[in-house]
C-alpha cells in the first residue's frame, strides 16, 4: 500500500496534509477520521478529531483551541488548505472513519449525548453536506476500533478493525479493509 513511503502517525487532535507522497496512520476510537483527496494532484489531508463542535469548548484563557480537535474545525482547516492550493472541490474525494461507541465507555446507552462518536459523524455529515461535498466512502460507527493508513498520493484507505478490548491487539496482523 506504501512501501518506502515515508510514515506519519497522526496523534488525536491532530491533521496531517501530504504535499509529498506519505504513509499516514492512527487509531481510532470515538474519534473521527475524515481524508479528503486531490487525485489529479495526488495531494491528501486526513484529519483525527474527537469531539464534534469547537463551540462547546471553553477557550483556555483566551487561546484558541486546536483545530483539529474538533470535526468542525478541522474540516473547515482541511478544505480551506485544499482551497488554497488551488484544487476545485468538485475534485475532492471524500472519506470517512471512525465515530464508534461503546468503545471506550461499555455502559453508556447509544442514544446518550454522551455517543461522542454518533455526533462526531452527525457533525461530519452535516457540513459536508452543507459545502456539498459527498462522502465516497465511510466506514463508521459500530463499538469496535480501527487501525487506519491512508496514502496521501493515491487515496488509498486500508483499515483494519480491532477487536473489543485494545489489550487485544496484539493480532493486528490480519487482513483488513481497503477503500
Request: include cysteine.
Amino acid at each position: 500500500m506504501g512501501l518506502g513511503l515515508p510514515k506519519v502517525f497522526l496523534q488525536t487532535g491532530d491533521c496531517y496534509i501530504g504535499v509529498q507522497p506519505t504513509l499516514v496512520t492512527t487509531v481510532l476510537g470515538s474519534c473521527l477520521a475524515v481524508t479528503i483527496h486531490a487525485p489529479k494532484v495526488g495531494i491528501g489531508t486526513i484529519c483525527h478529531a474527537f469531539l464534534p463542535d469547537s463551540m462547546e469548548s471553553t477557550p483556555l484563557k483566551g487561546r484558541e483551541p486546536q483545530i483539529c480537535r474538533y470535526v468542525d474545525t478541522a474540516l473547515q482547516n482541511m478544505l480551506e488548505t485544499m482551497d488554497k492550493i488551488g484544487v476545485p472541490r468538485r475534485e475532492l474525494v471524500v472519506k470517512m472513519f471512525g465515530g464508534g461507541s461503546g468503545v471506550a465507555v461499555q455502559n453508556i446507552k447509544s442514544s446518550s449525548t454522551f455517543n461522542i462518536g454518533k455526533r462526531n459523524i452527525d457533525m461530519a455529515r452535516k457540513l459536508l453536506n452543507f459545502v456539498r461535498l459527498p462522502i465516497q466512502v465511510e466506514d463508521v460507527g459500530g463499538s469496535r476500533g480501527r487501525k487506519l493508513m491512508f496514502n496521501t498520493q493515491t487515496g488509498e484507505v486500508w483499515v483494519k478493525k480491532l477487536r473489543k478490548h485494545f489489550e487485544e491487539m496484539e493480532g493486528m496482523g490480519a487482513p483488513g479493509s481497503k477503500y
